[in-house]
């Protein structure tokens, strides 16, 4: 069997691992210069079944329109175009709101992140990887005292589908991690997830692509898919400017870019971009940094330290498909890290880097088969494609062996559209 990997992210990257380690031929194609180039570079290195609180819950809409209008908000909306598919989605996120569709969605997300923690754990285990990783958890703060009972609620769900979730008092969160020192005065309280981790996602996939190639995977980078080639029911090949590329089985783990992919075939997938930024911080040895990655769900940023780099990553946009970095958004990441973390590393050397994350209306991603018979999907996870990728790619290479994946597959598949 042939099966062509479309995209060489953490989850594109991660589906070929799992392909060839069953004795699969793989071929993974690939747009940029080399593995993990995109979403998967400069995210916030978090591993995070405890962000799995879908984006539409009925807290939102209160926000939303708080948000309105200001470009300071942590999650803008410029839909200031006509475009079916986005006003499309926007009705199915909508519809995702009310408290009972949100603890549906929330287990969902849940059931694919804890199992890809597991996943992944074993994995970086059995094959020694090295990417920065971090084993203390994570540590979510609060502000305001209402944001904090909103977020106890949600801890109490997440507690009772499996995820350990520990509620913290202010002189807990500091005992936790002392870089919150000065910041100790505004806290309300905190939540801490010790099963959860951080670790960069660039750094884990070049790794796996390295070992994914040594199981004898062709990583073709540089080459651009241009269509699906089908007869009936079936991908017959892959069409890029060097010509067609047959193949038995076809996924599309191209993030953000798979709905385009795939509208030429009729199939309509309700993903679209939310532009993400980050920025990484060199750290000294007088620095005070947090070891322990940090939530600041106020602000909706996140912090990991990485080796000697301080990660900062955070705030949303939907601006459609503009991968262009703006200078006023990143640079509110850098005026956020400073006041929480002001010793943390050097903030006049901050890098700054933009991605596209393919955004489901539900915040479930997209596993599995499709009306094809050979074209699966592995795609829409969101923020969190980074803590999914190793769970989505061995669940994708369970299916197209014709096996039953070690998780449910209820509402996590295309059908649910």
């Known amino acids: 069997m042939r099966v062509i990997v479309l995209g060489a992210g953490v989850v594109g990257t991660a589906t ?3 392909l060839a380690e069953a004795g699969i031929e793989v071929r993974v194609i690939e747009r940029n210069k080399g593995p993990g180039l995109e979403t998967s570079f400069a ?6 079944p405890c962000h799995a609180e879908p984006w539409a819950n009925p807290s939102v809409l209160p926000k939303m329109l708080a948000w309105m209008g200001r470009d300071d908000a942590p999650l803008v909306f410029r839909w200031n175009r006509w475009d079916p598919a986005l006003w ?21 997300t849940l059931r694919v992140a804890l199992y890809s923690r597991h996943c992944l754990q074993e994995l970086r285990d059995r094959l020694g990887l090295e990417y920065d990783q971090k084993r203390l958890g994570i540590l979510h703060v609060y502000r305001d005292p209402a944001e904090f009972a909103c977020a106890r609620n949600a801890g109490a769900l997440m507690r009772a589908h499996g995820l350990a979730r520990l509620e913290k008092i202010p002189a807990e969160c500091v005992a936790i991690e002392p870089a919150l020192a000065d910041a100790a005065g505004q806290l309300a309280g905190g939540i801490f997830t010790p099963g959860d981790e951080s670790g960069d996602a660039h750094r884990f996939t070049a790794a796996l692509a390295e070992r994914a190639a040594g199981l004898g995977v062709r990583f073709d980078y540089d080459t ?5 080639i089908r007869d009936g029911r079936r991908i017959t090949a892959v069409a890029t400017p060097g010509g067609l590329i047959p193949a038995d089985a076809v996924v599309v783990a191209m993030g953000s870019y798979s709905p385009l992919l795939l509208r030429p075939l009729g199939l309509r ?4 971009p939310a532009k993400g930024y980050s920025i990484t911080v060199p750290v000294g040895d007088g620095s005070s940094t947090p070891s322990v990655s940090i939530t600041d769900d106020e602000h909706k940023m ?5 080796g000697n780099r301080l990660r900062a990553a955070g705030t949303a946009e939907m601006t459609g498909w503009n991968p262009q970095l ?4 990143w640079r509110l990441l850098l005026t956020h890290a400073q006041a929480l973390f002001p010793t943390a590393g050097d903030f006049t050397r901050a890098e700054p880097w933009a991605g596209l994350r393919p955004v489901t209306p539900d915040s479930v991603p997209v596993l599995g088969a499709t009306p094809f018979e050979n074209l699966w999907l592995n795609t829409g996870h969101g923020t969190l494609g980074w803590t999914m990728a190793c769970g989505s790619g061995r669940i994708l290479a369970d299916l197209i062996q014709g096996r039953r994946p070690d998780i449910d597959m209820d509402g996590l598949t295309l059908a649910r559209f």
Not at 43 to 48: K, M, V
Not at 89 to 99: D, E, H, K, M, S
Not at 269 to 272: G, R
């Open 302 to 306: 996140v912090y990991s330290r990485l």
């Open 326 to 329: 703006d200078s006023d958004r």
């Open 88 to 108: 499309a989605w926007g009705i199915r996120f909508l519809a995702n709101c009310p408290a009972g569709r949100a603890r549906v969605n929330l287990e969902r």
């Open 269 to 272: 997938l309700p993903v679209i």
């Open 16 to 18: 070929a691992w799992y």
């Open 43 to 48: 995210n916030g290195g978090q591993i995070s």
């Open 224 to 228: 651009t898919v241009t269509a699906l």
